[in-house]
């Protein structure tokens, strides 16, 4: 991959300080406001106003040497689209919108990326699809505008945060309850009415996740907010890429054995 050398020296605070487009008081700053709030750096940067956010896609294209890519004007192709999970999408703040090389061997998925210095997600693309990634350089705001309408049907995009997920349709025509109709309702059962939401109604018991207990296993007990976060997706993606490079694991044998224990 082009920048993987540069991944490896070279973060996204690093190359904007060099570059001239922060000073190291804002860069001090950020840091600063990045622990607290733990999102990525050049996201935290631009909320605090030191850069925009077509200034840090321009640096990091120039200093990276790779393309940008305008979002707003390229045809998505939805086999592109559909590689990817919409929540790794929003975690890593990346959207998949092509693949280059159709029908041959040398196919590349292309993909849109505020932050092209994030190895680790490029690595779990290609492990997951088996294919390489050629990383376009986009800003903020025009990867989550493409995350919500490709995988959530929604056409515009908040300003500093990943929108959440679309609810679920309604399957049913029966009408709902809300609000204060449902206390109504509850008000009008007599005393010795039955419980109109009894415990039994409520929502079933999750079944155990094999893939949570094998990873207990491997890291010990780990705490709900860690298992359900990306401290987990980033432990297990890690373990999968040792034991790829110690030739103990294949993308086909990863597959294969998901789909059998589907």
């Known amino acids: 991959m082009l920048v993987g050398a540069l991944m490896l020296r070279k973060r996204i605070g690093e190359l904007l ?46 200093s990276l040497s790779l393309a940008t890519v305008d979002l707003t004007q390229v045809q998505v192709d939805w086999s592109a689209v559909h590689m990817l999970r919409a929540r790794f999408c929003e975690q890593h703040e990346l959207f998949p919108f092509a693949i280059d090389g159709k029908g041959t061997a040398n196919k590349k998925l292309l993909v849109a990326m505020s932050d092209p210095l994030n190895r680790a997600a490029t690595e779990e693309i290609e492990f997951t699809t088996g294919l390489p990634v050629a990383a376009y350089v986009s800003t903020h705001g ?4 493409a995350i919500l309408k490709y995988y959530h049907k929604t056409a515009t995009a908040p300003a500093t945060r990943p929108a959440a997920p679309a609810p679920a349709p309604v399957e049913d025509d029966a009408p709902m309850i809300i609000g204060e109709e449902i206390i109504s309702v509850v008000n009008q059962l007599p005393l010795d009415a039955p419980d109109p939401m009894p415990a039994a109604a409520a929502a079933p018991k999750k079944k155990a996740d094999p893939v949570a207990r094998d990873l207990d296993f491997l890291f010990g007990q780990r705490s709900e ?38």
């Open 17 to 62: 300080l060099e570059h001239g487009a922060i000073t190291q008081a804002q860069l001090d700053a950020g840091l600063l406001a990045q622990k607290r709030t733990r999102q990525r750096l050049g996201l935290t940067l631009i909320q605090q106003g030191a850069i925009t956010e077509v200034q840090l896609a321009q640096v990091l294209a120039n």
């Open 142 to 145: 025009q990867v989550r505008s």
């Open 225 to 262: 907010e860690d298992a359900d976060g990306e401290k987990a997706d980033r432990r297990f993606w890690a373990l999968l890429r040792i034991l790829q490079r110690k030739g103990l694991l294949t993308r086909d044998e990863f597959i294969a054995e998901l789909e059998r224990g589907e």
